[in-house]
């Protein structure tokens, strides 16, 4: 999964080093839980050598799992697994309705369009009686180091406008032949996302080829607003554009 998930290439790498890149399987089921436990580890370890440490991404939940922790909310494997069962029959639409209806706060920050999502937001109401909201305290935990979290803030226009572009430019560089690559293993996990989802129906002829490219940049575009909701949730965030990073990079601030 590298076209579809932008993988930054060797040059753009630039020979720094940088984790949580090829260090997984798509076999292997990677929970909040888990990331936290490996990255935590891995923060100790880097901070004996280094003072400054970047951690960079799109996923606001895995972000702010790592530096707030995560809430002791219940699971259940047996109502996942009976979840899971509903959405392969019937979709995710009907239990989307229970969210909004449940729970609309946060029904317009998660990404609706990723089935895992939408299960876990049912599984834990049901358990509980309780709304997801209600049980995500977000308290800050106690770190050993010092947090700025910022937030590039492009223009709506703009972002919408990098969105569509990068879209093109997976598609050139070859998305498709990627994703027939990875259709004995569609059911995993890690294919139900935004760019291999719509190009799987459309290989199952339920689109056509430029139905798929703009349903992939127009779920692309709903989740980047998503994640901006999200963000707006810190109240400490640092907003800046990229031009503001730019400039103060090149006078050397």
Do not use: C
Not at 64 to 75: E, V
């Amino acid at each position: 999964m590298s076209i579809g998930t932008a993988k930054p290439s060797p040059e753009e790498l630039g020979g720094i080093k940088h984790y949580f890149i090829d260090s997984h399987s798509i076999h292997d089921e990677l929970s909040l839980a888990t990331y936290i436990k490996e990255a935590e580890y891995l923060l100790r370890d880097e901070f004996k050598n280094q003072d400054t440490i970047l951690l960079t991404g799109g996923s606001g939940m895995f972000i702010d799992g790592l530096i707030f922790g995560i809430d002791d909310i219940p699971h259940s494997k047996k109502l996942r697994d009976e979840l899971s069962a509903e959405v392969e029959a019937q979709g995710t639409n009907h239990l989307l309705l229970e969210i909004e209806e449940k729970d609309p706060d946060y029904y317009v920050e998660f990404d609706r369009s990723n089935p895992v999502r939408v299960i876990r937001a049912i599984e834990v109401m049901r358990l509980t009686g309780k709304t997801y909201s209600e049980l995500r305290t977000r308290s800050k935990k106690s770190q050993d180091y010092e947090i700025d979290y910022f937030v590039i803030n492009h223009s709506r226009e703009k972002l919408y406008e990098r969105i569509n572009q990068r879209v093109d430019l997976m598609m050139k560089a070859g998305l498709l032949e990627e994703v027939k690559s990875l259709l004995p293993y569609r059911h995993l996990q890690a294919l139900n996302t935004v760019g291999y989802s719509e190009l799987f129906n459309y290989l199952d002829g339920k689109t056509n080829f430029q139905e798929a490219i703009d349903l992939i940049k127009q779920n692309s575009r709903r989740y980047a607003k998503r994640q901006m909701t999200w963000f707006r949730r810190n109240e400490d965030a640092i907003w800046e554009t990229a031009g503001e990073i730019l400039d103060r990079y090149e006078r050397g601030g």
